[in-house]
């Protein structure tokens, strides 16, 4: 493929995707549009989890056995918070705390998360554009049996125990798209958009609900396809299968269709699952992600369903 590739993701499970297009494109073609509906406040911090955990996955900074934070981490500053009878359900290591404190430093300067960001990349050399969703503070808020939680709360300190009944994004509604985000989906050289396999109520609808980006997504040229999250009836990690059973909707790729619906043109199904409604164009592949070789060739089966699709 000789066009550009937009892709929408969150954290661990997208940053695969991600990873496995840069093997394939020359990285500068490629432009991560990334949730921040994950960040919040910490000891005075901003802490972005799904845009680090792009920046390490890209510069190869992963721990990707652990499936989160930095390789060869050190742990000092929490001993020394622990020492302190501080909380400690939020692990920080050394080396990640340094983008927490430079990123918390620059926004209360007056700088844009945006442009934070791009400085992290650039200092990492990075050519693969990642551009937060928006620049303005999106929270997502979960509604549960255990009340109103705040999306970290939700995830890290209860592991995803409650039951959720709703999730809300809020200041959403006033969010702008970040710069350049609407520009890449636009794009008349951007070949395809992807919706990488990750969350779709946690990762993917926060960025949805920026107003302007779904807009932006139907009148693109370029076909949008979506990776499916699950694989095997089953999701590879975190709360996907739950959130689904917890809305009355089935484990399949014909509920990830059909949760997408009007946003995408196609969608990428594990071979393991049963094929989806053939309202929705879709392929199939093993789409299971462990080695880099596979997160190569997942990319590339997203894109041959993009060009077999071809321009809207
Ligand atoms: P988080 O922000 O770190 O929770 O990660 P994401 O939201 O980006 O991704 C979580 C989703 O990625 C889960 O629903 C997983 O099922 C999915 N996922 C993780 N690894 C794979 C994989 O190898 N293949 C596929 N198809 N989905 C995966």
Same mark, same amino acid.
């Given at each position: 493929?000789?066009?550009?590739? #937009?892709?929408?993701? @969150? %954290?661990? %499970? @997208?940053?695969? *995707?991600?990873?496995?297009?840069?093997?394939?494109?020359?990285?500068?073609?490629?432009?991560?549009?990334?949730?921040?509906?994950?960040?919040?406040?910490?000891?005075?911090?901003?802490?972005?989890?799904?845009?680090?955990? +792009?920046?390490?996955?890209?510069?190869?900074?992963?721990?990707?056995?652990?499936?989160?934070?930095?390789?060869?981490?050190?742990?000092?500053?929490?001993?020394?918070?622990?020492? $302190?009878?501080?909380?400690?359900?939020?692990? /920080?290591?050394?080396?990640? *705390?340094? $983008?927490? #404190?430079?990123?918390?430093?620059?926004?209360?300067?007056?700088?844009? $998360?945006?442009?934070?960001?791009?400085?992290?990349?650039?200092?990492?050399?990075?050519?693969?554009?990642?551009?937060?969703?928006?620049?303005?503070?999106?929270?997502?808020? +979960?509604?549960?049996?255990? %009340?109103? +939680?705040?999306?970290?709360?939700?995830?890290?300190? $209860?592991?995803? &125990?409650?039951?959720?009944?709703?999730?809300?994004?809020?200041?959403? @509604?006033?969010?702008?798209?970040?710069?350049?985000? /609407?520009?890449?989906? /636009?794009?008349?050289?951007?070949?395809?958009?992807?919706?990488?396999?990750?969350?779709?109520?946690?990762?993917?609808?926060?960025?949805?609900?920026?107003? @302007?980006?779904?807009?932006?997504?139907?009148?693109?040229?370029?076909?949008?396809?979506? #990776?499916?999250?699950?694989?095997? %009836?089953? &999701?590879?990690?975190?709360?996907? &299968?739950?959130?689904?059973?917890?809305?009355? /909707? &089935? #484990?399949?790729?014909?509920?990830?269709?059909?949760?997408?619906?009007?946003?995408?043109?196609?969608?990428?199904?594990?071979?393991?699952?049963?094929?989806?409604?053939?309202?929705?164009?879709?392929?199939?592949?093993?789409?299971?992600?462990?080695?880099?070789?596979?997160?190569?060739?997942?990319?590339?089966?997203? *894109?041959? +369903?993009?060009?077999? *699709?071809?321009?809207?």
């Amino acid at each position: 493929m000789t066009g550009r590739v #937009v892709v929408l993701t @969150g %954290g661990v %499970g @997208g940053a695969k *995707l991600v990873l496995g297009l840069a093997q394939i494109l020359s990285a500068e073609k490629i432009t991560a549009i990334v949730n921040t509906g994950d960040d919040f406040q910490h000891f005075g911090l901003h802490i972005s989890p799904d845009i680090d955990t +792009l920046l390490y996955t890209l510069s190869g900074r992963a721990n990707i056995a652990q499936g989160w934070g930095r390789e060869g981490e050190s742990w000092s500053f929490m001993s020394a918070l622990r020492s $302190l009878a501080a909380e400690d359900w939020f692990q /920080l290591g050394d080396g990640d *705390l340094a $983008l927490h #404190v430079l990123r918390s430093h620059a926004l209360a300067q007056g700088h844009a $998360l945006s442009n934070v960001t791009a400085g992290f990349a650039a200092a990492w050399n990075l050519q693969t554009h990642i551009l937060p969703m928006s620049d303005q503070p999106v929270s997502t808020i +979960l509604t549960t049996n255990e %009340g109103e +939680l705040g999306f970290q709360d939700y995830f890290v300190r $209860l592991r995803c &125990a409650p039951k959720v009944n709703a999730i809300r994004f809020q200041g959403a @509604g006033t969010a702008k798209p970040a710069p350049g985000v /609407l520009d890449a989906i /636009l794009d008349a050289r951007t070949a395809a958009i992807l919706i990488a396999p990750s969350n779709p109520f946690l990762s993917i609808d926060p960025i949805l609900a920026v107003p @302007g980006i779904a807009a932006a997504l139907s009148a693109a040229s370029a076909p949008v396809i979506a #990776v499916s999250p699950i694989i095997g %009836g089953q &999701a590879v990690k975190g709360p996907t &299968a739950k959130l689904m059973r917890e809305r009355g /909707l &089935a #484990v399949t790729p014909a509920a990830i269709a059909a949760h997408y619906a009007g946003v995408i043109n196609g969608l990428l199904i594990d071979w393991r699952d049963a094929p989806c409604d053939p309202q929705c164009p879709f392929a199939t592949a093993d789409t299971l992600m462990v080695s880099l070789a596979d997160r190569a060739r997942v990319a590339k089966a997203a *894109l041959d +369903l993009a060009a077999r *699709l071809g321009a809207k």
